[in-house]
């Protein structure tokens, strides 16, 4: 039996954007880091786009 193999190393590459309330922007003004991070861990992300990379290798025959 013969096959085809290759391997595959697949990206996506993703935009994501979360809305401040007015509150969470005077926090973020602070500067403060780790109030930064808490808004940061608790957003509801949304995704914005993506875009997925797909690269191929060396296509090989094996035989059997």
Do not use: H, S
């Not at 809305?19 to 005077?26: A, I, M, N, R, Y």
């Amino acid at each position: 039996m013969a096959k085809l193999t290759r391997t595959v190393n697949y990206a996506n590459y993703r935009w994501e954007e979360y809305v401040l309330t007015d509150e969470q922007l005077t926090q973020w003004k602070t500067g403060d880091e780790d109030i930064q991070q808490d808004i940061i861990d608790d957003a509801d992300w949304d995704l914005v786009r993506d875009k997925p990379i797909d690269e191929y290798g060396i296509v090989e025959l094996q035989e059997d």
